[in-house]
Protein backbone atom coordinates (compact mmCIF):
# COMPACT_ATOMS: atom_id res chain seq x y z
CA UNK A 1 0.00 0.00 0.00
CA UNK A 2 1.78 3.34 -0.98
CA UNK A 3 1.25 6.68 1.62
CA UNK A 4 -0.78 9.17 0.47
CA UNK A 5 1.24 12.65 -0.48
CA UNK A 6 1.30 15.49 1.47
CA UNK A 7 -0.84 13.69 4.35
CA UNK A 8 -0.02 15.19 7.65
CA UNK A 9 2.36 12.60 10.14
CA UNK A 10 1.11 11.73 13.24
CA UNK A 11 2.44 13.83 16.53
CA UNK A 12 5.02 11.30 17.96
CA UNK A 13 4.70 11.09 22.21
CA UNK A 14 7.64 13.89 22.34
CA UNK A 15 5.32 15.86 20.82
CA UNK A 16 1.50 16.17 22.69
CA UNK A 17 -0.94 18.73 21.38
CA UNK A 18 -1.08 22.00 23.25
CA UNK A 19 -3.87 22.13 26.03
CA UNK A 20 -5.99 24.68 26.03
CA UNK A 21 -4.43 26.19 29.39
CA UNK A 22 -1.57 26.49 27.84
CA UNK A 23 -3.20 28.46 24.51
CA UNK A 24 -4.84 30.70 26.96
CA UNK A 25 -1.45 31.53 28.58
CA UNK A 26 0.26 32.74 25.40
CA UNK A 27 -3.00 34.68 24.55
CA UNK A 28 -2.59 36.07 27.50
CA UNK A 29 1.37 37.00 27.22
CA UNK A 30 0.76 38.18 23.52
CA UNK A 31 -1.84 40.70 24.52
CA UNK A 32 0.37 42.10 27.70
CA UNK A 33 3.40 42.58 25.68
CA UNK A 34 0.66 44.47 23.32
CA UNK A 35 -0.48 46.15 26.22
CA UNK A 36 3.41 47.06 27.35
CA UNK A 37 3.98 48.29 23.78
CA UNK A 38 0.64 50.82 23.68
CA UNK A 39 2.15 52.25 27.37
CA UNK A 40 5.44 52.80 25.94
CA UNK A 41 4.27 54.44 22.86
CA UNK A 42 2.16 56.67 24.74
CA UNK A 43 4.52 57.28 27.24
CA UNK A 44 6.61 58.56 24.47
CA UNK A 45 3.93 60.91 22.65
CA UNK A 46 3.77 61.83 26.10
CA UNK A 47 7.26 62.73 26.18
CA UNK A 48 7.54 64.50 22.97
CA UNK A 49 4.11 66.71 24.04
CA UNK A 50 5.73 67.99 27.12
CA UNK A 51 8.88 68.60 25.29
CA UNK A 52 6.97 70.68 22.34
CA UNK A 53 5.10 72.77 25.07
CA UNK A 54 8.04 73.46 27.22
CA UNK A 55 9.55 74.83 23.63
CA UNK A 56 6.72 76.90 22.71
CA UNK A 57 3.73 77.49 25.18
CA UNK A 58 5.40 76.79 28.49
CA UNK A 59 9.04 78.85 27.68
CA UNK A 60 10.16 81.27 29.80
CA UNK A 61 10.56 84.34 27.93
CA UNK A 62 11.89 87.68 29.65
CA UNK A 63 10.16 90.15 31.93
CA UNK A 64 10.49 93.36 30.88
CA UNK A 65 11.12 96.70 32.99
CA UNK A 66 10.08 100.18 31.79
CA UNK A 67 10.84 103.35 33.05
CA UNK A 68 7.60 105.34 32.57
CA UNK A 69 8.19 108.26 34.32
CA UNK A 70 10.77 110.39 36.78
CA UNK A 71 9.41 113.47 39.15
CA UNK A 72 11.42 114.81 41.56
CA UNK A 73 9.88 115.92 45.56
CA UNK A 74 10.93 116.94 48.32
CA UNK A 75 13.83 119.49 47.23
CA UNK A 76 16.13 120.81 49.36
CA UNK A 77 18.91 122.49 47.90
CA UNK A 78 21.60 124.29 50.34
CA UNK A 79 24.99 125.74 48.92
CA UNK A 80 27.33 126.85 51.61
CA UNK A 81 29.94 129.75 51.37
CA UNK A 82 32.61 130.16 51.33
CA UNK A 83 33.47 126.93 51.52
CA UNK A 84 31.43 126.42 48.43
CA UNK A 85 29.90 123.79 49.73
CA UNK A 86 26.79 121.91 47.85
CA UNK A 87 23.98 119.95 49.80
CA UNK A 88 21.34 118.11 48.23
CA UNK A 89 18.38 116.43 49.39
CA UNK A 90 15.73 115.32 46.60
CA UNK A 91 12.87 112.61 46.48
CA UNK A 92 13.39 110.65 43.12
CA UNK A 93 9.72 109.04 42.67
CA UNK A 94 10.02 106.77 40.10
CA UNK A 95 7.09 104.86 37.75
CA UNK A 96 8.15 101.79 36.72
CA UNK A 97 6.30 99.17 34.36
CA UNK A 98 6.65 95.41 34.25
CA UNK A 99 5.42 93.53 31.71
CA UNK A 100 5.08 89.56 32.08
CA UNK A 101 4.77 88.33 28.15
CA UNK A 102 4.48 84.77 29.68
CA UNK A 103 1.31 82.80 29.46
CA UNK A 104 1.89 81.83 33.17
CA UNK A 105 2.11 84.13 36.01
CA UNK A 106 5.08 85.84 37.37
CA UNK A 107 5.62 86.27 41.24
CA UNK A 108 8.58 88.76 42.06
CA UNK A 109 9.45 88.62 45.41
CA UNK A 110 11.50 92.22 47.41
CA UNK A 111 13.26 94.28 44.58
CA UNK A 112 15.82 96.96 45.27
CA UNK A 113 16.85 100.24 43.38
CA UNK A 114 20.03 101.58 44.13
CA UNK A 115 20.53 105.38 43.34
CA UNK A 116 24.76 106.03 42.35
CA UNK A 117 25.89 109.69 41.67
CA UNK A 118 29.79 109.46 39.90
CA UNK A 119 29.28 105.43 40.64
CA UNK A 120 28.94 106.60 44.31
CA UNK A 121 26.04 104.94 46.63
CA UNK A 122 24.00 107.66 47.60
CA UNK A 123 20.56 105.91 48.18
CA UNK A 124 18.31 103.48 47.66
CA UNK A 125 14.59 102.02 48.28
CA UNK A 126 12.62 98.80 48.24
CA UNK A 127 10.75 97.50 45.40
CA UNK A 128 7.69 95.73 47.58
CA UNK A 129 6.54 91.90 46.41
CA UNK A 130 3.70 91.61 43.62
CA UNK A 131 2.37 89.18 41.24
CA UNK A 132 1.87 90.13 37.13
CA UNK A 133 -0.86 87.50 35.16
CA UNK A 134 -0.08 85.97 32.29
CA UNK A 135 0.50 88.34 29.77
CA UNK A 136 0.01 90.92 31.87
CA UNK A 137 1.18 94.29 33.18
CA UNK A 138 1.71 96.38 36.49
CA UNK A 139 2.67 99.84 37.78
CA UNK A 140 5.62 99.60 40.42
CA UNK A 141 6.42 102.86 42.30
CA UNK A 142 9.51 103.53 43.87
CA UNK A 143 10.61 106.33 46.01
CA UNK A 144 14.65 107.06 45.71
CA UNK A 145 15.57 109.59 48.66
CA UNK A 146 18.69 111.15 48.07
CA UNK A 147 20.85 110.63 51.10
CA UNK A 148 22.09 114.83 51.17
CA UNK A 149 25.48 113.31 53.81
CA UNK A 150 26.66 110.77 51.34
CA UNK A 151 26.22 113.27 48.36
CA UNK A 152 27.95 115.90 50.66
CA UNK A 153 31.42 113.70 50.34
CA UNK A 154 30.88 114.71 46.37
CA UNK A 155 30.97 118.14 46.81
CA UNK A 156 33.31 119.06 44.24
CA UNK A 157 32.29 117.10 41.76
CA UNK A 158 28.64 118.06 42.56
CA UNK A 159 29.53 121.78 42.33
CA UNK A 160 30.50 121.62 39.03
CA UNK A 161 27.89 119.49 37.90
CA UNK A 162 25.50 122.15 39.11
CA UNK A 163 27.81 125.21 37.62
CA UNK A 164 27.26 123.15 34.01
CA UNK A 165 23.56 122.94 34.35
CA UNK A 166 23.06 119.39 34.84
CA UNK A 167 23.76 116.66 37.76
CA UNK A 168 23.41 113.15 36.40
CA UNK A 169 22.91 110.07 38.30
CA UNK A 170 22.50 106.18 37.50
CA UNK A 171 19.66 103.91 39.40
CA UNK A 172 19.78 100.18 39.06
CA UNK A 173 17.04 98.33 39.75
CA UNK A 174 17.36 94.62 40.42
CA UNK A 175 13.75 92.53 41.10
CA UNK A 176 14.07 88.51 41.29
CA UNK A 177 10.93 86.28 40.85
CA UNK A 178 9.92 83.21 39.23
CA UNK A 179 7.11 82.43 36.58
CA UNK A 180 5.18 79.13 37.05
CA UNK A 181 3.58 77.05 34.81
CA UNK A 182 0.77 74.60 36.03
CA UNK A 183 1.12 75.34 39.17
CA UNK A 184 4.65 73.07 39.72
CA UNK A 185 6.63 73.97 36.53
CA UNK A 186 8.77 77.10 37.65
CA UNK A 187 11.78 79.20 36.43
CA UNK A 188 13.36 81.54 38.02
CA UNK A 189 14.26 85.13 36.82
CA UNK A 190 15.85 88.47 37.67
CA UNK A 191 14.89 91.24 35.95
CA UNK A 192 17.34 94.14 35.67
CA UNK A 193 16.97 98.13 34.83
CA UNK A 194 20.33 100.62 34.16
CA UNK A 195 18.89 104.07 33.84
CA UNK A 196 20.78 107.43 33.82
CA UNK A 197 18.95 110.54 34.45
CA UNK A 198 20.16 114.38 33.81
CA UNK A 199 18.66 116.64 36.88
CA UNK A 200 19.06 120.02 35.94
CA UNK A 201 19.97 123.06 38.15
CA UNK A 202 18.83 125.17 39.52
CA UNK A 203 15.62 123.80 38.51
CA UNK A 204 16.02 120.19 39.75
CA UNK A 205 13.94 119.07 37.05
CA UNK A 206 14.69 116.09 35.31
CA UNK A 207 15.70 116.38 31.69
CA UNK A 208 16.68 113.73 30.62
CA UNK A 209 16.30 109.89 31.13
CA UNK A 210 18.21 106.47 29.27
CA UNK A 211 17.33 102.82 30.57
CA UNK A 212 18.72 99.73 29.57
CA UNK A 213 17.59 96.32 30.57
CA UNK A 214 18.57 93.20 31.48
CA UNK A 215 16.81 89.86 32.42
CA UNK A 216 18.58 86.27 33.70
CA UNK A 217 16.77 83.00 33.75
Given at each position: MTESVGSAAPLGPNHPPPSPANIKRRRRRRRLLGCLLLLLLLLLLLAAAVL?????????????????????TGVAPRLTLPALRLSLNVTLDLDILVYNPNRASFSHGNGTTLLLYRGEHVGDAD???????????????????????????????????????????????????????????????????????????????????????????
Open positions: VLALTLFRARDPRIQLVSATIVLPGRIPARGMAHVAVALTVDGGRLAAEGGSLVADALAGEIGFDSQTRIPGRVKFLGFIRHHAVAESYCHFGIGFPDLRVRRQECKQRTKL
